[in-house]
């Protein structure tokens, strides 16, 4: 026989503005060189997805799947981030 949970000592689960996502998954689209302008609408959409809005975030996502190749042209954003506007910085390089 299948028991069934009772739900009532559970906390209210509604999602409000202070709604916080430690971990999320998301799917990052391998880094096409030939085309990093259709890869970066791409690649920041999924951030949209999981209710993901860190620039930090967003950039470790993006510089770990440069290729060695491509972290050489942007080792010094890689190195150095700054705080703010990082991933404009990455993609602009």
């Known amino acids: 026989m299948q028991q069934v949970a009772d739900t009532s000592t559970?906390?209210?689960?509604?999602p409000d503005s202070?709604?916080?996502?430690?971990?999320?998954?998301?799917?990052v689209p391998p880094f096409p060189p030939e085309k990093p302008a259709v890869w970066f609408p791409?690649?920041?959409?999924?951030?949209?997805?999981?209710y993901?809005?860190?620039?930090?975030?967003k950039f470790y996502y993006a510089s770990s799947q440069l290729d060695k190749q491509y972290e050489?042209?942007?080792?010094?954003?890689?190195?150095?981030?700054?705080?703010?506007?990082v991933m404009t910085e990455l993609k602009h390089n």
């Open 42 to 50: 791409q690649f920041e959409g999924n951030f949209v997805l999981s």
């Open 18 to 27: 202070d709604f916080t996502i430690n971990n999320a998954g998301v799917r």
């Open 52 to 57: 993901i809005t860190s620039d930090a975030t």
């Open 72 to 85: 050489v042209k942007v080792e010094d954003v890689i190195t150095n981030p700054r705080p703010k506007n």
């Open 10 to 14: 559970l906390p209210d689960q509604t």
